[in-house]
Structure formats: structure tokens, C-alpha cells
């Protein structure tokens, strides 16, 4: 599965924005899908994860309420889309398939990355 996401750009506290995710391949509906980010000086972080079906979705806590993941298996995209913005959600953020979960490690496939950077 190749992955390539995109939709990142600049905005201002309180926006927001949506990422897409699209995968190659026929096999992306089965396979879990996640989010993840990673800011500058930190480690890359779990943000969002929806399983292969779309029945189930798992957020960070510093994320919930907020971001909402999605996907639609006939375009073989996912998305993520992200309100209120703050700025510490500046980052580049990367999409993953695999089995699914919260883990780096639970993921086979990532995408290049886009960049989010949101302004005070």
C-alpha cells in the first residue's frame, strides 16, 4: 500500500482544516488506518485511528472532541478533520495502515507527511 496524504497548510487558532490520505492499491479497506504527528523536538505521536470497516475510532485525549478521523473504502481515502486548531497542534502530520492501533509499531505502511501549522 502506498500512502500519500495531504491538505496541510497554515491557519489561525480556532480554524480548521482537512487532511486526506489517499491509498493505492485494492486491499485498503482492509487494512486499519491512523494518524499520526510528529512536532518539532518531539517524538511522533498517535493521533487518531479508525479501524478497516470504520465501526470504530480511538483519539488522543489532547485531540478528542475536536479532530473527527473518517474514511470511505470506495475511494480508498482517508481523512481527518481538524477544528478548533490550536497552535500546539503544529506538525507534520502522517497517515498509516496496518492493523491498526495506537502504536508506531501497530502500522506497516506510513505516508510522506504534510505539514500543519497553526497560528496564534
Known amino acids: 500500500v502506498q500512502l500519500q496524504a495531504s491538505g496541510g497548510g497554515l491557519v489561525q487558532a480556532g480554524g480548521s482544516l482537512r487532511l486526506s490520505c489517499e491509498a493505492s492499491g485494492r486491499t485498503f479497506s482492509s487494512y486499519g488506518m491512523g494518524w499520526f504527528r510528529r512536532s518539532p523536538g518531539k517524538e511522533r505521536e498517535f493521533v487518531a485511528a479508525?479501524?478497516?470497516?470504520?465501526?470504530?475510532?480511538y483519539y488522543a485525549d489532547s485531540v478528542k472532541g475536536r479532530f473527527t478521523i473518517s474514511r470511505d473504502n470506495a475511494k480508498n481515502t482517508l481523512y481527518l478533520q481538524m477544528n478548533s486548531l490550536k497552535p500546539e497542534d503544529t506538525a507534520v502530520y502522517y497517515c498509516?495502515?496496518?492493523?491498526?492501533?495506537?502504536?508506531?509499531?501497530?502500522?506497516?505502511?506510513w505516508g510522506q507527511g504534510t505539514q500543519v501549522t497553526v497560528s496564534s
Open positions: 479508525i479501524t478497516w470497516s470504520g465501526g470504530s475510532t
Open positions: 498509516a495502515a496496518g492493523p491498526g492501533g495506537r502504536l508506531r509499531g501497530d502500522y506497516e505502511y
